[in-house]
């Protein structure tokens, strides 16, 4: 079956512009994570949705940064007045469950974002 | 609060040798413990996991690592390396329910020398 899709693979835009990346979860995977990731902070955690709710978005660094799930499955991430300091590779995962935990993440390829 | 620590950033072998990258967790909770590796210009791929089963736990490409919660150690291994074993090795650690994030190390880059 399908992966994690994302979308766009690479976006470059103008500090200061507001962004969106898409991220398809695989069918049926009820938990779905946002992670960044860049040379000088490796990988990040952002947000965490089980189903449509976040039961964690600790990983947000500003109120600039927010993100929605609908339907249990396409999320959006949204990062308004883009900063250079925002630019990283964005990494979703999706996986079963929630509850006893360990369950694999499956990654997706990411969005490579770049502001100049 | 969880954490992993991979010491050092770079490891090189030479094909055939020996692979060793070791992983460090602090957990207030019993933990899960994963391994990713990350080809160039590629996502994350899991090599294996430790959900509180066997504490030898066996991945793909031959990798393996052992929980030791003596030590909380998570260490990788291989017993001989391959030139297509070049990537970077993230080691990572998460909890239960709302805490299911992964908490990654920094990675180690593995280089093969022919």
């Known amino acids: 079956g399908a992966g994690v899709s994302q979308s766009p693979s690479n976006k470059v835009t103008e500090k200061g512009k507001d962004v969106e990346l898409r991220c398809d979860p695989i069918s049926g995977h009820t938990a779905l994570y946002w992670y960044r990731q860049s040379l000088g902070q490796g990988l990040e955690f952002l947000i965490y949705f089980q189903g449509n709710s976040a039961p964690d978005k600790s990983g947000l660094p500003s109120d600039r940064f927010s993100a929605e799930r609908t339907g249990g499955s396409v999320s959006t991430l949204t990062i308004q007045r883009t900063q250079q300091e925002d630019s990283a590779v964005y990494l979703c995962?999706?996986?079963f469950g929630y509850g006893r935990g360990g369950f694999e993440q499956f990654f997706g390829p990411g969005t490579r974002l770049t502001v100049l | 609060a969880q954490s992993v620590t991979q010491l050092g950033s770079h490891v090189s072998v030479s094909e055939g040798a020996l692979v060793l990258l070791r992983c460090n967790y602090s957990s207030s909770v019993p933990p899960y413990l994963f391994w990713y590796v990350q080809y160039p210009n590629q996502g994350l791929q899991l090599l294996l996991k430790?959900?509180?089963?066997?504490?030898l736990v066996k991945g793909i490409n031959g990798f393996e690592a052992e929980f030791k919660k003596s030590e909380t150690s998570f260490h990788l291994t291989k017993p001989s390396a391959h030139m297509s074993d070049a990537a970077e090795y993230f080691c990572a650690v998460s909890g239960t329910g709302a805490n299911s994030k992964l908490t990654f190390g920094k990675g180690i880059t593995l280089s093969v020398r022919p």
């Open positions: 995962a999706s996986s």
């Open positions: 430790y959900t509180s089963a066997a504490t």
